[in-house]
T-cell receptor
């Protein structure tokens, strides 16, 4: 099955700085890579996704890059704000199932 | 329309009791997933339903866990003879199928005392 690894497990950044989270996946057949944000006590919510036919996607302060050859993808958050503090999960879709990374706890220091 | 809903939102039960958790999907969503999330941990896949196909039960941790779904409607996750290690948030997610966004419910927080 698919195995997704996510790093780092925790990330503390100064407000206004950038945050980068990296994930690797094992199955080259995976074709869809969403990122979910989970605030404390809330449900995970999709913030951005990318498909295997695209190398990069951007939505305001959030961008995701995908390197299919190396089987890794990354989330970039620029100009971080306190409301960006949350747990972020990457995932890889293979066949019908999403396999999730273990999560990154991001703390934005004011 | 409404999003994914789950009930109850919180459940406290004594060790050894059975519990039933419910998930109401978004109308038209053929795919339904159950996940378990222990405190401070990631999302652990439990089971997947797609329409009337046989479910993928490969993530169920033991035979005390079972789930049902009739067609594209409500799903129930049943845990028999609960143990303390079953304490977690149980999340349901649905999608229109295929590599598309999964919409999560608010979860049921289960505490086994």
């Amino acid at each position: 099955g698919e195995n997704v690894e996510q790093h780092p497990s925790t990330l503390s950044v100064q407000e206004g700085d950038s945050a980068v989270i990296k994930c690797t996946y094992s199955d080259s057949a995976s074709n869809y890579f969403p990122w979910y944000k989970q605030e404390l006590g809330k449900r995970p919510q999709l913030i951005i996704d990318i498909r295997s036919n695209v190398g990069e996607k951007k939505d305001q302060r959030i961008a995701v890059t995908l390197n299919k050859t190396a089987k890794h993808f990354s989330l970039h958050i620029t100009e971080t704000q306190p409301e960006d503090s949350a747990v972020y999960f990457c995932a890889a879709h293979n066949d019908y199932k999403l396999s999730f990374g273990a999560g990154t706890t991001v703390t934005v220091r004011a | 329309g409404a999003g994914v809903s789950q009930s109850p939102s919180n459940k406290v039960t004594e060790k050894g009791k059975d519990v039933e958790l419910r998930c109401d999907p978004i109308s038209g969503h053929t795919a339904l997933y159950w996940y378990r999330q222990r405190l401070g941990q990631g999302l652990e896949f439990l089971i997947y339903f797609q329409g009337n196909s046989a479910p993928d039960k490969s993530g169920l941790p033991s035979d005390r866990f079972s789930a049902e779904r009739t067609g594209e409607s409500v799903s129930t996750l049943t845990i028999q003879r609960t143990q303390q290690e079953d304490s977690a948030v149980y999340l349901c997610a649905t999608s229109a199928g295929g590599p598309l966004e999964q919409y999560f419910g608010p979860g049921t927080r289960l505490t086994v005392t």
